[in-house]
């Protein structure tokens, strides 16, 4: 569904924002308390001018004690930041007060996340406005917009009777079985939720939340993932049209969201199977692998690997290729790993794309791109670990929500 268009989630002035701030009580007792250095006080004045915008949206529609629980709130989440406990509104209602005054902290913020005149819509449109003007900054800046694309899950194994949550892969399970002696373990299913987000990001720079959307398959609120997948790509498509290459990972390669994309003239970029096949120059159809075999590259460049902290020897090539079920020319661009240290035995990367390619600048620009894939990586590790967003424990759909999207 499109997002209307909406005067009170532009950007607001710094003025505003002061004369809000100067009209209330301190924003966040608790982060006064950190010790009086300049870097303290330079995260302070970075975080008060980060939530700005927000605050007056925010105080548009709540009254301003809510508006500086939020505010608090996301101060609490900063300093609290413990995977386990990050976000128990017990444990955030001793950070919004005191530990003595704990419960009436934590009655304030039960306050603000079942107040019926805001909803998560408010700041899933928010979020999506900040995405909107930052890609409007990279294209200022010649820079093109890359929207990541990925998947993950929440899981709750300590929730048994909620109705609302469904079986999920555990990938702790799977770390945890790893030292075990033996034959693979079967994967572990616990309940959770299914988690997509989207980022729009430059070839440099932090990325921005364009959208995030959990859904289960069970329940009321029972979906797919290929129906919400397919409601942000349109959303995407009213909103960016071309203007934005779409990254996607392996779990996206397959004919129904090539289809998706080709039938919407999406732009993208997708790691492709080794074995999927592909239609050839020559108009046979074989394996990914099978159509670069022998395939020499076309150039070789040193290539710092941000993951692994150090620099690789990469060779490039590019052939024209089309899907079997569509006529539309795309590029099938593989990215070697030559010989060094570290480098043996690991494979290439096969990324699939819409972008013309005709010489090895234009392939290793797309290779680089899609190493900023990793970001979106991080943000779910950053919003596990540190954010603690597998841990709320609340009643209803739209106060998880709420909590999360804080």
């Known amino acids: 569904m499109a997002l209307p268009h909406n005067p009170i989630l532009r950007r607001s002035s710094m003025q505003e924002f002061d004369a809000f701030r100067n009209s209330s009580q301190p924003l966040s007792p608790d982060f006064a308390t950190l010790p009086n250095t300049a870097l303290a006080a330079d995260v302070r004045e970075r975080l008060q001018q980060f939530l700005a915008p927000l ?16 505010a608090a709130t996301l101060y609490a989440i900063l300093l609290l930041r413990h995977r386990s406990h990050g976000l128990l509104l017990s444990e955030l209602g001793a950070y919004l007060l005191s530990p003595d005054k704990a419960p009436a902290g934590t009655k304030r913020l039960s306050n603000l996340l079942r107040s019926s005149k805001w909803s998560s819509a408010l700041l899933e449109q928010y979020l999506w406005q900040q995405a909107v003007h930052h890609g409007q900054q990279l294209e200022a800046e010649g820079q093109l917009p890359l929207l990541l694309w990925d998947e993950s899950v929440i ?25 075990r002696p033996g034959p693979p373990q079967r994967p572990t299913f616990v309940n959770g939720l299914q988690w997509v987000s989207l980022l729009l990001i430059g070839q440099k720079g932090a990325p921005t939340v364009a959208a995030m959307r959990w859904f289960t398959t069970r329940g009321e609120r029972q979906t797919d993932a290929r129906t919400v997948q397919v409601g942000l790509l349109m959303q995407c498509v009213r ?14 390669a397959g004919t129904p969201w090539i289809t998706a994309c080709l039938e919407n003239q999406v732009r993208f970029l997708m790691r492709w199977p080794k074995r999927f096949k592909l239609v050839d120059a020559q108009e046979q159809e074989r394996a990914a692998w099978q159509i670069l075999r022998g395939q020499p590259t076309w150039e070789e460049r040193v290539v710092f690997d941000t993951v692994q902290n150090r620099a690789r020897l990469l060779g490039v090539l590019a052939l024209l290729v089309h899907h079997p079920e569509w006529e539309q020319p795309l590029w099938l661009v593989c990215a070697r790993p030559k010989g060094g240290k570290g480098n043996k035995g690991q494979e ?26 990793w970001q979106v990586e991080l943000a779910f590790r950053f919003g596990k670990s540190e954010l603690a967003m597998e841990s709320p424990r609340v009643w209803t759909w739209e106060r998880r929500e709420k909590l999360l999207l804080l």
Do not use: M, N
């Open 55 to 70: 605050l007056i949206l925010l105080d548009r529609c709540l009254d301003k004690r809510l508006v500086r629980t939020v």
């Open 348 to 373: 290439p990367w096969l990324l699939l794309t819409t972008e013309p390619v005709f010489d090895a600048d234009a392939a290793f620009a797309l290779v680089l791109a899609y190493a900023r894939r």
């Open 239 to 252: 909103q960016w049209k071309r203007r934005v290459l779409h990254v996607f990972d392996r779990g996206y």
């Open 155 to 179: 899981e709750k194994p300590e929730s048994r009777k909620r109705p609302d949550l469904c079986p999920v892969r555990s990938s702790k399970a799977t770390r945890l079985a790893r030292s």
